[in-house]
DNA sequence: GACCTGCTGCGGACTG
């Protein structure tokens, strides 16, 4: 008989799993535990819920055990990017480690510091803790972080995917890199805990940079049970603007089907499908969120239902999102969650029947996590109902109206959906604002440092590889330079704190490297509701829909930022500002297919089908099968069919030959201009070679989008808007395709 | 035309 992956772990551990009554072990975990035991970096990926973290955990603990139990130092670190997520999981293992006579540790910011100092008088065992709290421990106290993490045999980090190719990925890239190095490993093996995505090899090389070849990718099995999917379109007359109800109108036009109100025939088709079962429903922004819930709420009382459609996102307080966790995971009453991505994330929320999403979403990878909510029950599909409203255009209107881009991105991101692919993670980034914040926490921690050794730590064998020597330089200079004062250099030529540097280490500000706004509490007698951004204003007396309800503003405390409220029957949706983001090339390319092809597409209802027939016909009439770029008005419409950031760099190009224009929605559109001007001046950008990217990027404006690029200087600035927001290196080809069959016309 | 995440340290006084 072949020696199963059971009998290869240790004794305790193979108690407990016959304690637990398992039928079996799990596929991902079968492959998952020789191959741990084995050692090495390795990437365990399976859907939410498919048993990663026992996967990894049970012959971790079976290494550990067979080490023998010691208290000089700490043996695993598990890194998770929420703490909600850390609590779930020592629940998990708790047992398990106490099974095995292993301690297991929690840390983060709720844990109370007598615990934290326990833990580090006696390191042992396995310890679950955020990037954010490690990064405290290293720079507190980096003279101990040898003797705590020595013997450590591995870090685990969960929710690998979520750290790949952010801000806070790079730090904890960089954590571990750091300490690797003050204990004088080589290496320490790595595990990551990761969602399928396309192409694993991306999620080996985020947890090893510079070697992601040497990991090992186990899959675990998908064990669904199939996929029902439907898209569903609904045409939407424009209100005519005289029946304008608001006040303040300007808005309500520009944007009819955003944030102002729910389209009746979606509101009833949305309460039909969704009530009387358990589901989520990502409405895609927070003001979406407070609006639907809001709409169905109201429609459960005119029904005289009670209540069954709960708000979840990130203003929300805390313990009123874990109510709807609460009410979803272990309440028989059926509950439906109108969400944001705060429900994409692995906190344990059990099956749900449908998942339900409002217009197309703005990733692939973010469609396919939402989808794993749903079908987990042996026998039940996976079930998904895209509802997209599309306004329907009169004569007059704006061209690119008829083409039903929102429909037409869906169907393009349902199609990338079923071919399996899903965007990569960006790579081309410097990080400065990382680094500079990575700079200032290894002089903490090593109590000051050369700049070679720097340089090494950080960009030679550390994660920030796209920083050459040269530009290390530029950076550290730019940090002492005297009007900033980030750091300062000893006389033997050692990097120091420097004044500004020392206020910010003083501050809570040193531990997280994402930027986060201020805000006020809202407050309902007691309770807190949940926070409202300072930047927009609000006034005693308004009314705000706020967690599905509405509210009157009573007081608003700028000096307490508190804004206390009470029910009222009337209100209106919250403002919450946003960042806009970047849809990959596939998808744009693919929505050309879709309006240029025939393709049937059978998930579509009879009224998305209409709709996309409208929409050929449109782009048939407009020219666009022909050519990318097409009159309009006084100028011309430009379509590149190509991803966001291709998209702004063309109109960056366009705008520095003279030519005045804006770009919206996969659309570049030029004023004043004919069809032979900008042939002219694509011709141009597709014959010239790349053009340099700096003077490119320093047209645009610099908005600082990273929590320390405040110190960058406008020359750094530019750098960084030219590496991470554009795409220099394709201009010429993207001029030269959007140009094609356009010297016809001209 | 967006979304999400996180967070010191210390010694001495007091209580049971």
Redesign the pocket.
């Known amino acids: 008989m072949p020696r199963s992956a059971f009998d290869q772990l240790a004794e305790p551990v193979r108690r407990w799993i016959w304690q637990q009554k398992w039928p079996s072990l799990r596929d991902v975990q079968e492959k998952a535990i020789p191959a741990v035991l084995a050692g090495g970096d390795i990437v365990i990926s399976a859907r939410t819920a498919a048993g990663k973290t026992e996967a990894a955990f049970l012959p971790l603990l079976s290494r550990i055990a067979s080490n023998g139990r010691s208290a000089d130092g700490f043996a695993v670190l598990y890194v998770?990017?929420?703490?909600?997520?850390?609590n779930d999981q020592h629940r998990r293992l708790e047992s398990l480690c106490e099974a095995c006579d292993i301690l297991l540790h929690k840390?983060?910011?709720?844990?109370s510091?007598d615990a934290?100092?326990r833990a580090r008088k006696r390191p042992s065992g396995l310890v679950l803790?955020?990037?954010?709290?490690l990064?405290?421990?290293l720079?507190?106290?980096g003279r101990e972080a040898p003797r705590l993490f020595s013997r450590l045999d591995a870090f685990v980090i969960d929710e690998l995917h979520?750290f790949i190719g952010?801000?806070?990925g790079m730090q904890l890239q960089s954590i571990l890199n750091r300490i690797e190095v003050a204990t004088g490993r080589e290496r320490i093996d790595r595990i990551g805990l990761s969602a399928t995505l396309g192409d694993m090899h991306l999620a080996a090389e985020a947890l090893r940079p510079g070697a992601g070849g040497s990991v090992s990718i186990i899959e675990g099995v998908d064990e669904g049970n199939g996929l029902k999917l439907q898209i569903r379109g609904y045409a939407i007359e424009r209100p005519a603007s005289a029946d304008d109800e608001t006040q303040d109108g300007g808005d309500e036009r520009?944007?009819p089907?955003?944030?102002s109100s729910v389209p009746d025939r979606l509101a009833s088709d949305l309460f039909r499908f969704l009530r009387g079962r358990s589901n989520l429903l990502f409405a895609?922004?927070?003001?979406?969120?407070e609006i639907y819930t809001d709409r169905l709420s109201e429609m459960c009382r005119a029904n005289s239902f009670p209540n069954e459609f709960f708000a979840?996102?990130?203003?929300?307080a805390?313990a009123m999102?874990e109510e709807v966790e609460h009410r979803l995971r272990d309440d028989p009453r059926p509950t439906t969650a109108v969400?944001?991505?705060?429900l994409?994330?692995g906190i344990d929320i059990g099956d749900v029947e449908t998942v339900a999403q409002i217009?197309?979403?703005?990733?692939v990878a973010?469609l396919r996590q939402r989808l794993g909510r749903s079908g987990r029950r042996p026998g039940k599909p996976a079930k998904l109902r895209i509802f997209v409203p599309e306004p329907v255009a009169g004569p007059g209107d704006h061209p690119v109206d008829r083409l039903h881009?929102g429909l037409v991105?869906s169907i393009a991101m349902v199609e990338c959906l079923l071919e399996n692919w899903c965007e990569p993670p960006a790579d081309a980034g410097l990080h400065l604002s990382t680094l500079i914040h990575q700079i200032l926490a290894a002089i903490l921690q090593t109590g000051g440092l050369k700049p070679a050794s720097a340089w090494q730590l950080l960009c030679g064998r550390g994660p920030f590889r796209n920083v050459d020597k040269g530009l290390f330089a530029d950076l550290l200079r730019r940090m002492a330079h005297p009007d900033v004062r980030l750091i300062e250099q000893s006389p033997q030529g050692l990097l120091m704190i420097g004044e500004t540097g020392e206020q910010i280490a003083?501050?809570?500000?040193?531990?997280?490297v994402?930027?986060?706004e201020k805000e006020y509490r809202i407050i309902h007698e007691a309770r807190v509701l949940g926070t409202y951004p300072l930047s927009s204003p609000v006034a005693p007396n308004e009314t705000l829909i706020f967690a599905g309800r509405r509210w009157r503003i009573l007081d608003v405390d700028d000096h307490a930022r508190v804004i206390a409220v009470q029910p009222t029957r009337a209100g209106k949706p919250p403002y919450?500002?946003?960042?806009?983001?970047?849809?990959h090339d596939k998808i744009?390319s693919k929505m050309q297919d879709i309006l240029a092809g025939g393709n049937v597409f059978t998930y579509l209802d009879t009224e998305a089908v209409g709709l996309l027939n409208a929409a050929r016909s449109a782009f048939r009439d407009l020219g666009l099968h022909e050519r990318s770029v097409i009159p309009h008005g006084e100028g011309v419409l430009v379509f590149p069919w190509a991803g966001?950031r291709k998209l702004r760099t063309l109109l960056a190009a366009l705008l520095a030959s003279e030519l005045k224009g804006s770009a919206?929605?996969?659309v570049i559109e030029i004023q004043e201009v004919d069809l032979e001007g900008v042939a002219h001046h694509l011709k141009r950008i597709a014959d010239a070679p790349p053009p340099d990217g700096i003077t490119l990027a320093a047209r645009l404006a610099q908005p600082q989008l990273a929590k320390f690029d405040r110190f960058l200087s406008p020359e750094l600035m530019n750098l960084v808007t030219a590496k991470e927001r554009l795409d220099i290196p394709e201009l010429p080809s993207v001029a030269s395709a959007t140009l094609r069959n356009l010297s016809r016309v001209v």
């Open positions: 998770s990017p929420l703490k909600a997520l850390i840390w983060h910011g709720d844990v510091e934290k100092a803790i955020t990037p954010e709290s990064e405290a421990l720079v507190r106290r979520a952010t801000e806070r520009r944007d089907f955003g944030a895609g922004s927070r003001v979406n969120v979840h996102h990130g203003n929300l805390k999102r969400a944001t991505m705060t994409e994330l217009g197309p979403g703005f990733s973010s881009l991105q003083e501050s809570h500000e040193l531990y997280a994402f930027m986060t919450f500002a946003g960042d806009g983001g970047a849809i744009v966001t919206a929605w996969h």
